[in-house]
């Protein structure tokens, strides 16, 4: 494996900052939306809902875990899939995981355009756009230009500024409900399997993007120690957290079946009128925070595949002074930009969606084979870690079935982009390293 020392990286992310950076990769603008389309699908059953899938990303993040504590490099699920299947499998993986995350934050940098026009009506004006979208990019490609203790400040800081509105209005909601105010609550709904499969669908994708927090190992501290700290954080604060929410909107809501903005309704309620502005400038820090997250850890995607030689040398360029990737950094930018700009919100998130189950699949898949290949280096065995392997394939192929595949042909594209690539540098031995 490449050594930290001779591409000149900093490993400086330490324990929290790496579960702040999972957290803050988890919850994005999700959140802010999801309960009353949760609630629409089960009604009071969804708390229930929230906790299933939350159980459900528990299955793959803890196959992530140990996988994760095998490695010190960067790459993530993309270095896994390779050391587990080979070469080809790894790039598969690798090409969906930087579509998936790239797709992630253009969806995020609409979102945050759409929230904005609360306060600034302008915002949606195609310049206006163009411009708000830029300023985001360019701020974050700066700060994580600069160095990687910039980004992870950052990630931390965003971490905190999100966590506390929420953590207010599931405050605030408790207090209300325990002082006897009484709002029709979400009635039980005659859901049928597919309401509680839709559901379940909608919350494991709010649980999702843990995976982009294992990515830039070669810059954390102890990685095959911290890593299995940091999902197990993040996967029990985001789960307290979604459910409380959820239970806040179906218990003090009039009628949170038909809401289009739950989270605002709800602050309004319980703290007048200024929580729907508070609710707006929280929408408003968990998309850009979120954003802020992917621009320190998907760079290190492209940083991997060529360290690995699987990509051009040129994306494993470290800035001499500023020990960062600059080079997949710049590259990270510029797409992020132009999706956001070229797609829309719905069509990059659904893109997001489809990739990601697919990857998580191949994680679950790699982890008995890592056993075989590397026994006794994983610095953390999961008990029954075969069988919770097999469920996290089956939770992920069933999931795939009820995604929307109107973006398959894109998908398509990509595995086709992936094999070419896979084609390149077998027939180039002067790319592979290995």
């Not at 320190?296 to 595949?305: C, G, K, Q, Y």
Request: glycine share 8%; hydrophobic share 55%; aromatic share 10%.
């Amino acid at each position: 494996m490449p050594q930290t020392q001779t591409i000149g990286l900093i490993r400086a992310i330490g324990r929290w900052s790496l579960a702040a950076l999972t957290i803050n990769s988890v919850i994005g603008s999700g959140i802010f939306r999801l309960p009353a389309d949760v609630a629409a699908l089960t009604g009071s059953w969804s708390p229930a809902v929230v906790l299933i899938a939350g159980a459900a990303t528990g299955i793959i993040m803890l196959c992530f875990a140990e996988l994760a504590s095998y490695f010190r490099d960067a790459g993530g699920p993309y270095l896994y899939a390779r050391e587990a299947f080979g070469r080809l499998m790894g790039l598969e993986v690798g090409w969906l995981l930087w579509l998936a995350q790239l797709s992630a934050c253009a969806a995020n940098a609409n979102l945050f355009v759409i929230y904005l026009v609360q306060f600034w009506p302008q915002a949606s004006h195609p310049i206006s756009r163009l411009l708000i979208v830029t300023l985001l990019i360019l701020f974050l490609t700066l700060v994580n230009y600069r160095g990687v203790r910039g980004g992870a400040r950052l990630s931390n800081a965003f971490t905190i500024a999100k966590l506390l509105p929420l953590t207010l209005l599931v405050g605030t909601g408790i207090v209300y409900h325990l002082m006897n105010h009484q709002a029709a609550a979400a009635k039980p709904l005659p859901a049928g399997g597919d309401a509680w499969l839709n559901g379940i669908l909608l919350m494991f994708f709010a649980y999702g993007g843990f995976e982009t927090a294992l990515v830039p190992m070669s810059e954390a501290k102890h990685p095959q120690r911290d890593a299995v700290f940091a999902l197990v954080v993040a996967l029990a604060t985001t789960a307290v957290i979604y459910t409380l929410i959820q239970w806040a909107v179906v218990h003090i809501l009039p009628d949170p079946l038909i809401s289009r903005r739950p989270l605002a309704e709800v602050a309004s309620i319980t703290l007048g009128g200024w929580g729907a502005i508070l609710v707006g400038l929280g929408a408003l820090i968990s998309c850009y925070g979120y954003l802020s997250a992917k621009a320190l850890s998907v760079p290190r995607i492209t940083l991997a595949l060529a360290e690995e030689g699987d990509f051009p040398k040129i994306f494993g360029s470290i800035h001499a002074r500023f020990h960062t990737p600059y080079f997949s950094i710049l590259v990270f930018a510029v797409l992020t930009w132009l999706l956001a700009l070229l797609g829309s919100f719905s069509w990059n998130a659904t893109l997001s969606a489809v990739s990601r189950l697919f990857y998580y699949a191949a994680g679950c898949a790699a982890l008995p084979i890592l056993r075989k290949k590397r026994p006794g280096q994983a610095r953390f065995r999961l008990r029954g870690g075969v069988s919770i392997a097999c469920l996290g394939i089956a939770v992920s192929l069933v999931l795939v079935t009820r995604v929307d595949m109107s973006k398959s042909l894109i998908l398509l594209a990509v595995v086709m982009l992936a094999f070419l690539n896979w084609l390149w540098v077998c027939c180039t031995p002067s790319v592979s390293r290995k």
